[in-house]
Structure formats: structure tokens, C-alpha cells
């Protein structure tokens, strides 16, 4: 069973940047879309940012603007940019490659391949 690995979280001020990165390892289903997800203390997982079947990018109206997603479908890598962070903005941030047609909803069910998650930390 294959799964995911997060890289590049870290602790920044308010409106500053960072950038994680997500790779494959191990085997993973064909045809599976890629998406970043959160979860921050007391909350629920979150949805952040995917990219469908089509290319086409979805990202959470927190984040509109200020993420942005792109993926390598080959490799099953991808990269979360993150620009103008919050201090809201702070949680556990997890990839994932899972169904299509799930993408990010029901971002509390563990379908497809998940990663240990990388800490982001924003302070005002």
C-alpha cells in the first residue's frame, strides 16, 4: 500500500509564504486526482486546494487567491504554494490522492492515499 509524503511546512508571521511539496511512494491507483487538505485543533479536516480530471483547479473560499495548486500526473507530485498566510491558516496540512470524483468532498473519509501530514504554523 502506497502513500503519500509531505514536505515543507514550517513556522512563518503573518503574510509571509511557504510552499509544501508531495510525492508518491510506494504504489498508487492510476487515475487518481491530487488534493491538499487541513486540519486544524478542535476542527474538522478541511479541503484546501485539488485539481480534477480535467486540470481544472478547485480551492476553498478561505484560500481563493492566495494558494495555489499544481501537480506533475506522472509522478503523482505536487506542490501547494501558500502566499498572504493567516494565523487562521494554521493547522496540519495533508496531501492525498484519491478518486476523482471525490476530489475534496467529504474531506473526513481516508479513501485513497494519504500522507502523516506537515505542520504549518502562521503567528500574527
Known amino acids: 500500500q502506497g502513500h503519500m509524503v509531505e514536505s515543507g511546512g514550517g513556522s512563518v508571521q503573518s503574510g509571509g509564504s511557504l510552499r509544501l511539496s508531495c510525492a508518491a511512494s510506494?504504489?498508487?491507483?492510476?487515475?487518481?486526482?491530487m488534493g491538499w487538505f487541513r486540519q486544524a485543533p478542535g476542527k474538522e479536516r478541511e479541503g484546501v486546494a485539488g485539481i480534477d480530471s480535467d486540470g481544472k483547479t478547485k480551492y476553498a473560499d478561505s484560500v481563493k487567491g492566495r494558494f495555489t495548486i499544481s501537480q506533475d500526473n506522472a509522478e503523482y507530485r505536487s506542490s501547494l504554494r501558500m502566499n498572504s498566510l493567516k494565523p487562521e491558516d494554521t493547522a496540519m496540512y495533508y496531501c492525498a490522492a484519491r478518486p476523482c470524483w471525490l476530489l475534496l468532498d467529504q474531506p473526513g473519509d481516508d479513501i485513497g492515499y494519504w500522507g502523516q501530514g506537515t505542520q504549518v504554523t502562521v503567528s500574527s
Open positions: 510506494g504504489y498508487v491507483h492510476s487515475g487518481y486526482c
